[in-house]
């Protein structure tokens, strides 16, 4: 029977950082204590005010079917926050709303990308836009940035992979998994370089935004020269700690915008009617909540940070947002404690795992084999006692 699966779905890599949650809930099960640092989710509740706009909603009887791009209400206070936060024009009928940013990058790719199509993508990369593009039987063509760049690839390395079948450019910032922040004359040099091809589309993934503690947050979409072939994408995930509310959405010329829309009214017609009303509420109301939990990460990022700068062969940058370190650890490799030696990232991760019982992602799932991702998302007692517990097996290599 296993031979009535597709070749894409045989083709198709599982999300590493699902996997290792689930590692990490299979070693607990055993009885050991697990730290996860693997997935992306604050460990922060939802603010108070987003829920009980969600049960208002709920109590005010929408539990219907909505329009498959977005309440009207929703895509006004995108359209509003567009303008106010990022100096964007996408009018209400230029954004669509998804269940989360992930599905909106599938619709891009369904419905941008024909086989033979290349995407570049900067690495390291999230690791969905891989799969995803490939599943559109596409090329995905990466652009490397290693630490010493700060994982910010040149613009002249970006020129060079710019070919006649180029169809897009996507990149996130603030970035996962390196926590990179592409400042404004950075992301003008791209800008410029992209203004010069015609029909090269930029997706700049800002599901990071409010995660970001450089004070300035730029969209490479309010350039001039660019504004008119730029796909924002955003959610509610991160910024509102509403990761399990499936609610993202983008601002695209209109006629991207419509097709990503038939493909969603085919595959799942709109996000949830209460769930967006509360996302209306999210996006125009007192973003305290949301400025203390980027404070919150920016302590444990330094915490973090100053811990594993006393761990020998170790190497990082300073990520200026999301809630990610990315450090290289090549210096490992080759090292062994007699009985297991590490010969790259996924070696590193399994070895961290099984004796230090923390669960990290390997950096070859993100484009770069000689790194590792840690998510700062959790406590700072966890994350203190996680990288004490890597510091002293680590010792062991040699």
């Not at 811990?307 to 080759?334: H, R």
């Amino acid at each position: 029977m296993q031979q009535v699966l597709s070749n894409r779905v045989e083709a198709l890599s599982e999300s590493e950082t699902l996997k290792m949650a689930r590692m990490a809930r299979e070693l607990r099960a055993q009885g050991h204590d697990v730290i996860s640092l693997s997935l992306g989710e604050p460990d922060f509740d939802t603010p108070t005010h987003i829920t009980e706009a969600a049960y208002q909603a709920l109590k005010d009887g929408y539990t219907k079917y909505t329009p498959v791009s977005g309440l009207p209400e929703l895509t006004k206070a995108i359209s509003e926050k567009f303008k106010r936060d990022n100096n964007l024009e996408y009018r209400p009928e230029q954004i669509v709303v998804s269940n989360g940013a992930k599905q909106t990058v599938y619709n891009l790719c369904q419905a941008l990308l024909n086989p033979g199509d290349e995407a570049i993508l900067f690495a390291p990369y999230w690791v969905s836009y891989l799969e995803i593009v490939k599943m559109a039987e596409a090329t995905p063509v990466c652009v490397y940035a290693g630490v010493d760049q700060d994982f910010k690839p040149s613009p002249e390395q970006l020129e060079k992979a710019i070919t006649p079948k180029t169809k897009f450019v996507i990149f996130s910032s603030p970035c996962n998994p390196t926590g990179t922040v592409f400042t404004r004359d950075e992301l003008q040099a791209y800008a410029d370089v992209i203004a010069k091809h015609d029909n090269v589309l930029i997706i700049s993934d800002e599901i990071y935004e409010y995660i970001n503690f450089t004070h300035e947050h730029v969209s490479i979409g309010s350039f001039p020269n660019v504004k008119d072939r730029t796909i924002t994408i955003n959610g509610f995930a991160k910024g509102f700690a509403m990761t399990g509310w499936r609610l993202g959405y983008m601002g695209a010329p209109k006629f991207i915008a419509d097709a990503c829309s038939k493909i969603q009214g085919q595959v799942t017609s709109g996000a949830s009617s209460f769930g967006q009303k509360a996302g209306a509420v999210a996006l125009m109301s007192d973003l305290t909540p949301t400025d203390n939990m980027r404070e919150a990460f920016r302590e444990r990022r330094d915490i973090v940070l100053n811990m594993l700068e006393e761990i020998p062969g170790i190497k990082t940058n300073l990520p200026d947002g999301a809630f990610y370190i990315f450090p290289d650890i090549s210096a490992f490799f080759g090292k062994s404690d007699g009985i297991t030696t590490i010969k790259d990232a996924d070696d590193f991760c399994d070895y961290v795992m099984t004796n230090a019982h923390v669960a990290l992602v390997s950096g070859a799932a993100f484009g770069d084999p000689n790194c590792f991702r840690l998510s700062y998302a959790a406590s700072e007692a966890l994350l203190r006692e996680a990288v004490r517990r890597m510091k002293d097996v680590l010792a062991r290599l040699k």
